[in-house]
């Protein structure tokens, strides 16, 4: 008999080309079919092996997905391997299943990538896999009662009432040995640079670390194909004990979060008992006081969170990073994070649209207060003109750019509220086109129309309401927080003047702090002004000006070419714009009583109102004289 060949090389598997690989199989390069690699719900590898080549040739080399995988397959020398015919045909013989008992492993990089054969005998497409999904997914949409129980973690059940429409499959958990969720601790004393510290719900273990139980916890859970060895939550963690004195935990459920996403949305909730299991012993034998614990979880982890917050009595924070929106979407609330999980929940909505368009967030409020950045929808800078010229400096980080960049950007505006001066403060509004036309500036007189986004959230004044959104706009890129001003023209309405004029308003704002808000066109082309009636902007900036003490305005009439009403011949009418007065607040002073204090009036001195002639610069300056009639 032939003897088989040597291996190949790690970084040139056979049968599998470099350029073919990815993390979910690799491509067959004459059928160009993908190669499932793992049925998860049996654990066995399905793959079909033409009938032509004798079972004991059949050589599997070393490969990511057992590093102890033997070179050659013999019944007699590993009896636990096997060969079995299904008795389809593919390729003249019939496909195989060979049983196997592994684990995948826990990071997404180390996902196996092939299962080479001798070069003879390419891999072929598989019938197994796709059966036995179906037949998964027949078994877990019958509307019938399901238990997952631990004996440490207790029991969870699956009825009826967790099936719906926008959640048709509910499989059980996986064990809590799969999931193997994990805990790194973070303190100023400890801050896992370089190594990770593990915390376990044991004194023992506790106490050999720098777990201080006087000072808050902050728990950071990934989620979907993600673990706790990611560079953002390292980050996030070194920010937040920077920002704070905290004790701040990284949790790890990567090998939970990787298999089909039915089935990590149900893993979900072990890792919240997880979580769950961990305060409690923190609050039983430490004496920690429950109002101190903040759960931060992105995406599936915001349910985690939600998870863990119903078996905390008392827990204080949960924030949401952008909640997943599949299976979650108008769910059932024990489903989906609520406002009941905690004393305070905020969320922070910034991939909005539904799955059907490659949305993984939700529009769905699901906290006491739930941010809308730039409208909650696709963010500013994800676009993929953008994100194409980043890729070409970092494949990698470009690449994730493209898929998740609205859904990520969550992350990073938390992040940017740790050390960013800007305050990030989010207005309430019945709508985000209401807000972008600056008519929601009020916190009103309890303070209760605003919050801060980010890690001050929990300073809002009424706590006990729910549902309330709140908007504010952000940059394309870090530093993403803008200061907001309101400017409302009061125009008036001399005999001379036209009914309406059309064009664009562009202004100087100069402010008591010696900063300038320079030339900024605040209208859009054809901007219509009605005389006699008010006209409301909102005008964002990095520029904080504090109270605005001289406006420069420069009015422009522009015709529409396809609105022959707009037209307007020097001779025969009248161009200018006529303002009485201008009031500018700046937004981010807070509470109410300091936004009216930084709130000022400017006008022009010398007259009741002031034309504005088309192509010309007029000045109004801040005066106790000046007139604002609209309340």
């Known amino acids: 008999m032939t003897s088989p060949p040597p291996p190949a090389a790690p970084d040139a598997p056979l049968g599998c080309p470099a350029r073919r690989r990815n993390t979910r199989g690799c491509l067959n390069p004459k059928r160009r079919q993908r190669i499932p690699l793992a049925d998860k719900a049996s654990g066995e590898l399905c793959l079909s092996l033409p ?43 019939p496909a195989y299943t060979v049983p196997m008992e592994f684990e995948l492993p826990v990071r997404p990089r180390e996902m196996p990538t092939h299962i080479p054969l001798v070069p003879s005998n390419p891999l072929v497409l598989s019938t197994s896999c796709s059966q036995r999904k179906k037949k998964i997914m027949e078994e877990n949409t019958r509307q019938e009662d399901k238990e997952w129980c631990d004996p440490v973690l207790g029991c969870l059940s699956i009825t009826e009432d967790w099936y719906h429409p926008n959640r048709p499959i509910n499989v059980c958990p996986d064990s809590r040995a799969h999931i193997n969720t994990r805990f790194m601790l973070h303190t100023r004393n400890e801050p896992g ?35 706790g060895n990611t560079e953002w939550l390292r980050r996030m963690a070194r920010a937040m004990i920077t920002q704070g004195d905290y004790n701040v935990i990284r949790v790890n459920w990567g090998a939970g979060s990787l298999p089909m996403y039915y089935s990590a949305t149900a893993n979900t909730r072990v890792v919240g008992l997880e979580i769950a299991y961990l305060v409690n012993f923190f609050i039983d034998n430490y004496g920690v006081d429950p109002a101190n614990v903040h759960l931060i979880g992105h995406s599936l982890g915001s349910h985690v969170s939600g998870y863990a917050g119903e078996r905390i009595s008392g827990l204080g924070r949960i924030t949401g990073l952008d909640p997943a929106g599949p299976y979650f979407t108008e769910t059932p609330s024990f489903i989906h994070l609520d406002a009941t999980d905690a004393v305070f929940v905020d969320n922070i909505h910034t991939d909005a649209d539904t799955i059907y368009v490659l949305g993984y967030g939700t529009e769905q409020e699901m906290g006491n207060v739930d941010f809308y950045p730039n409208s909650g ?11 194409g010229i980043e890729i070409i400096d970092d494949i990698g980080e470009g690449g994730r750019d493209l898929a998740a960049c609205s859904h990520d950007r969550s992350v990073e505006l938390f992040e940017d509220s740790l050390g960013e001066p800007c305050p990030y403060l989010a207005h309430e509004c019945i709508d985000y086109d209401s807000f972008e036309q600056g008519r929601c500036a009020s916190c009103n007189e309890d303070n209760s129309a605003c919050a801060f986004m980010g890690i001050h959230a929990d300073q809002y004044t009424a706590k006990t309401r729910e549902n309330v959104r709140m908007y504010f706009d952000t940059d394309s890129k870090a530093p993403y927080c803008y200061y907001h001003y309101q400017i409302v023209i009061d125009t008036a309405h001399p005999k001379n003047a036209e009914d309406w004029v059309q064009g664009h308003l562009t202004l100087w704002l100069y402010g008591d ?14 901007e219509r002004f009605d005389h006699g009636q008010p006209k409301y902007f909102l005008l964002t900036s990095h520029v904080d000006i504090s109270r605005v003490i001289r406006v420069e305005a420069h009015w422009e009439y522009d015709d529409t070419l396809t609105n022959p009403g707009s037209y307007c011949w020097m001779l025969l009418c009248n161009r200018a714009l006529y303002v009485r007065s201008v009031r500018i607040s700046s937004m981010e002073y807070y509470p109410e009583e300091s936004r009216l204090d930084h709130t000022r009036v400017v006008c022009d001195r010398s007259s009741d109102y002031l034309e504005i002639k088309s192509g010309h610069t007029a000045v109004l300056t801040s005066e106790d004289s000046c007139v604002f009639t609209i309340a």
């Open 51 to 93: 009938a032509s080549l004798p079972p004991l040739a059949r050589h599997f080399h070393s490969s990511p997905i057992a590093p102890s995988l033997p070179q050659a397959i013999a019944p007699s020398r590993f009896p636990q391997f096997s060969l079995q015919g299904k008795g389809t045909k593919e390729n003249g013989g």
């Open 193 to 227: 640079e370089t190594t990770d510290t593990f915390l376990t719900a044991d004194k023992a273990v506790i106490d050999a670390t720098t777990f201080d139980p006087a000072k808050p916890i902050k728990f950071i859970t990934h989620g979907f194909i993600d673990t």
């Open 377 to 387: 929808h696709d963010q500013p800078g994800c676009d993929p003109v953008s994100i």
């Open 513 to 526: 702090n010696g900063n300038v808000i320079e030339k900024v066109q605040i209208t859009r082309d054809h």
